[in-house]
Every structure is written in C-alpha cells, then in structure tokens.
C-alpha cells in the first residue's frame, strides 16, 4: 500500500524551540511538498521540492526552511518556532511534471502548536 | 485575486439528499487540471476526482460527477444519496499547465467548504 507517512500526528513545542517535521513517501516520487493548513484559509504551500537537494519556495516561506537529502524524504524546519506557526502541516507527493492530471498523495498531516 | 473561489464555508444537508459543492477558478492558461479532495477529521486529504480542461465530458466517479462549465470557469462537485460518511471538509484545487514540469507541480487549493450529512 503506497502512502506517504508523516512522523507524528500532533506536536506541541515552545516559542523559539528548532522543530523538525518529517515525511516519508515510498512512491519514488521526485516532487515533494509542504502544506499549511488553517481554518478558513484552506491549503497554503509552503516549500516544493522536486528533486534531492533542490528546493523551491511556495505562497509562504517566511519562518521555515526544509532538507531533501534523500529521495523519499522531505523535511520542514521551524528555525524558531512561534506562536503564528501554530497549525496543521500537510506533506504531499506526486511524480515530476508534464501531465495536469497527476494528483498529489497527502500524508496524514501534523498538527503542530506552538506555546 | 484568488485562483480557486468556494463560497460556502459550511453546509448541512440530509442523508440520502443530493449535494453540489461550488467551485470557481481563475486561469488563462488554456491547459489545467481540476481537483477535489475530502479531508474527514482523521486528517487525511483523499482525492476523489479530476477534470482536465480539455475533457470533453464531465468526469465521474461512483457517487462523484463534477459539473464542468468551462465557460463560467465552474467546477461543482455533485455527490449523489449522501451518506453520513461523507461529512468532512471538502477542497477545490487546479494545477495549471504552464507551471508544469520541474518547478512547479503543486496544485492551488481554495478555503474549503466543510458539509455535513444529517440522519
């Protein structure tokens, strides 16, 4: 069964504190995404990768970074963690470009809070 | 101005009813793709249909059709005799072809629209 597998679910860390989010795919993918999602704002992306080592930034960049040092894995770097970042992260998957219909597979989300 | 637009943040319905779900979306690449996806509160975003901008034909899966209207850039899910399992937050997405390939796979989601299915 393909999926792609987040590290934990919920996460509860202090204002200025490193967070490491990690997602795990096993579809061989090249494209690898990190989500931000929030009551009435929907989906927001945050970083894309689309190759190991190469990263792109999305919608909103501001206070994270992330490492693909490996194929199947991406992770989501809160430098210090604060409060705003409180919400629920979403990872996602998809084989590289061309086709329009190609679906991104989701993790099952982390959702994060910031004290 | 925003890609994708759903105005119903919220919707209650009754089992066994018909539900559309509204979907706008603002492109002028002549080539996209149009998304649905349910997130039951597990947290979980499933994908549950697609539509290609060049389809000619609604697409439909199971108890899921999306009304196409090209048009009025308008892609509604429609889901038939709803069922209790089918409260959970629903999200319109697009990719958009010239983004495609290399840089920019992601796909541009809308705020959602949260339905639930009253016995």
């Known amino acids: 069964d393909v999926k792609v597998t987040q590290s934990s679910r919920y996460l509860v860390k202090r204002t200025g504190e490193k967070v490491f989010l990690e997602c795990v795919q096993d579809?061989?993918?090249?494209?690898m995404f990190w989500y931000r999602q929030d009551p009435g704002l929907g989906l927001r992306l945050i970083y894309f990768?689309?190759?190991?080592?190469?990263?792109e930034k999305g919608d909103i960049p501001e206070g994270y970074s992330v490492s693909r040092e490996k194929k199947e894995r991406f992770s989501l770097i809160l430098e210090s963690a604060s409060t705003n970042q409180t919400s629920m992260y979403l990872c996602?998957?998809?084989?590289?470009?061309?086709?329009?219909?190609?679906?991104?597979?989701f993790g099952s989300g982390t959702q994060l809070s910031v004290l | 101005a925003q890609k994708i637009t759903q105005t119903q943040p919220g919707m209650f319905v009754q089992e066994k009813e018909a539900v559309t779900l509204d979907c706008t979306y603002d492109?002028?690449?002549?080539?996209?793709?149009l998304f649905w996806y349910k997130q039951p509160s597990s947290g979980e975003m499933i994908f549950l249909i697609y539509?290609?901008?060049?389809?000619?034909q609604n697409a439909t899966e199971g108890r899921y059709s999306l009304n196409f209207q090209k048009a009025r850039k308008s892609a509604n899910l429609v889901i038939s005799a709803s069922q209790l399992g089918d409260s959970a937050m629903y999200f319109c997405?697009?990719?958009?072809?010239?983004?495609?390939?290399?840089?920019?796979?992601?796909?541009?989601f809308g705020k959602g629209t949260h339905l639930i299915i009253q016995p």
């Open positions: 996602a998957s998809s084989k590289l470009g061309g086709a329009t219909n190609e679906k991104l597979f």
């Open positions: 579809m061989d993918h090249e494209n």
């Open positions: 990768s689309y190759d190991v080592k190469m990263k």
């Open positions: 492109t002028s690449d002549p080539s996209y793709g």
């Open positions: 539509q290609g901008s060049y389809d000619q």
């Open positions: 997405a697009m990719r958009e072809a010239m983004y495609s390939g290399g840089g920019a796979d992601g796909l541009t």
